[in-house]
């Protein structure tokens, strides 16, 4: 846009200037009326001004619609992630509050609660596409619950978050897809313990650790893990919203925490 008004405005300097050294002859053919001229040019500039500027509206109201577009898209992969019920996770559950029935365990009532929390957490804000890190943590927590009970005594969890962090955001469900990544690609058992820790590095940034102990069999990838929580840094440009480490014996996770401010200002 300045290119074009600059060439414009050069323009008719340009004639300005040439204008009283042209021959009559010529004069009077091209510029026998200097204020039609004048005229001319000034409504020249003037399209030329907005005709850029409507360019520019456009190409800002394509890239607006694409972004939105790609929101909208991944606000309906999520949705059809909390609405769709894991078979093999709804069956496991079951089949441990059947256990729990049967010996008449004290945790039996604590674990259909949970699993009913759990289900209604994970639903109530299924167009947001983050949340707060102390909403994340009791949707955690219900979760958590209900694998200890499934595999007592295998897995060992450590959390270490103060609580002015709690207020911060981070994409939604992100620390379901971990936990589950930690438990889906990793042995687990009472000789092979799995050890999870969850804390704020100083940095701000929500850092999540396992002990490395890859299971032999190949698992079938579900295409909504590790990838999905990288789309929402994508979405809301932060750059390196998600970083993994891993070495011989640890695989970390670190996420980026966002200010309520930050939130506010890309919705």
Not at 26 to 48: M, P, Q, T, Y
Not at 53 to 75: C, D, M, N, P, R
Not at 240 to 261: P, R, S
Request: proline letters at 3%; aromatic letters at 10%.
């Amino acid at each position: 846009m300045l290119t074009i008004i600059s060439m414009a405005v050069f323009a008719i300097i340009v004639a300005s200037l040439v204008h009283p050294f042209l021959p009559n002859t010529f004069g009077e053919v091209w510029f026998r009326n200097d204020l039609v001229f004048k005229i001319l040019a000034a409504s020249l500039l003037l399209f030329l001004i907005q005709y850029a500027l409507s360019s520019t509206q456009k190409v800002g109201k394509l890239a607006l619609e694409k972004e939105q577009a790609i929101t909208e898209s991944y606000k309906s992969r999520l949705m059809a992630l909390r609405t769709r019920v894991d078979p093999h996770f709804l069956y496991n559950t079951l089949n441990t509050l059947r256990v729990l029935v049967r010996k008449k365990d004290p945790n039996a009532e604590n674990f259909v609660m949970n699993l009913s929390q759990f289900y209604r957490l994970t639903l109530r804000s299924r167009t947001s596409v983050t949340t707060t890190l102390q909403e994340e943590l009791v949707t955690m927590d219900a979760y958590l619950f209900l694998m200890n009970q499934r595999m007592p005594g295998n897995m060992y969890f450590n959390k270490n978050i103060d609580d002015n962090w709690f207020n911060y955001h981070l994409p939604t469900m992100s620390l379901q897809i971990l936990i589950e990544n930690c438990l889906k690609h990793n042995r687990i058992s009472s000789s092979e313990p799995l050890d999870i820790n969850l804390f704020v590095s100083k940095k701000g940034k929500l850092v999540c650790t396992n002990t490395l102990q890859p299971k032999i069999s190949v698992i079938e990838k579900s295409g909504y893990g590790l990838q999905n929580i990288e789309k929402v840094y994508e979405l809301l440009r932060v750059k390196e919203g998600m970083t993994i480490d891993k070495t011989e014996t640890q695989f970390k996770v670190t996420l980026q925490l966002l200010e309520d401010e930050y939130i506010n200002r890309r919705r």
